[in-house]
């Protein structure tokens, strides 16, 4: 089974500043990874996600994120933030191990970003 | 309108008492989910159901039931809560078709508070 960790729990910036939120997962089978943001007030969703190919991944919002195998990382960036970017950001991934993970997701302990003017 | 709502947003509780927190999707999907999230400890799994005849323990079951009435519909039961279950709960849906990646797509979730 995957499991996820969020290295910091806080990351407080400074509008258009760049930002980066840590996940480090482990896992010895195929891996697929998943970024979901909580907008304060409101449920999850989906920001990105890696499944295969490109290390690479870009999502909404101008968000990306790139898959590192080698140091086990799935770290999240943005180059320039903004004061909408204020939020809590989760990783996850597939609790199971491949296709038998029937659709579970384990959560990493999620982040919060705060973007101060 | 929400794809998926959750009733009732806010509630407030005594210790013992039986509370329901309902789920409805007008999604199609046939997978659902109920989560709890807690500062620092993310979400976690409590039940989640592939159809109406299928309901499965999450990792924190403990407490708790649920009942699936229908694909559309997914209630989660306290039946005696108490103040560690305060907490916000989120319901989910994805799409049992094809991929069993696909994307969970959540509700706004409940806030409970136990007295």
């Known amino acids: 089974a995957q499991s996820v960790t969020q290295l910091d729990s806080q990351v407080p910036v400074f509008e258009e500043a760049p930002v980066e939120l840590r996940c480090n997962y482990s896992s010895s089978v195929s891996v697929y990874l998943f970024w979901y943001v909580q907008y304060p007030n409101q449920g999850l969703q989906l920001l990105l996600k890696?499944?295969?190919?490109?290390?690479l991944v870009k999502g909404i919002n101008g968000f990306e994120a790139e898959f590192n195998k080698s140091q086990t990382s799935f770290h999240l960036r943005k180059p320039s933030v903004h004061i909408s970017d204020t939020a809590e950001y989760f990783c996850a991934a597939p609790s199971g191990a491949g296709g038998t993970s029937y659709g579970k997701l384990t959560f990493g302990q999620g982040t919060i970003l705060t973007v101060h003017p | 309108d929400a794809d998926v709502t959750q009733t009732p947003r806010n509630r407030i509780t005594k210790t013992g008492k039986r509370i329901m927190l309902e789920c409805s999707q007008t999604k199609g999907h046939d997978r659902m989910y109920w989560y709890r999230q807690d500062p620092g400890l993310g979400l976690r799994l409590i039940y989640y159901s592939f159809d109406v005849k299928d309901i499965n323990k999450g990792e924190i079951s403990d407490g708790y039931s649920v009942s699936r009435q229908a694909q559309a519909k997914f209630s989660l039961s306290l039946e005696s809560a108490i103040p560690n279950q305060t907490a916000l709960y989120f319901c989910?849906?994805?799409?049992?078709?094809?991929?069993?990646?696909?994307?969970?797509?959540f509700g706004p979730g409940t806030r409970l508070t136990v007295l």
């Open positions: 989910a849906t994805s799409d049992g078709k094809g991929a069993w990646y696909n994307e969970q797509f």
């Open positions: 890696y499944l295969s190919g490109s290390t």
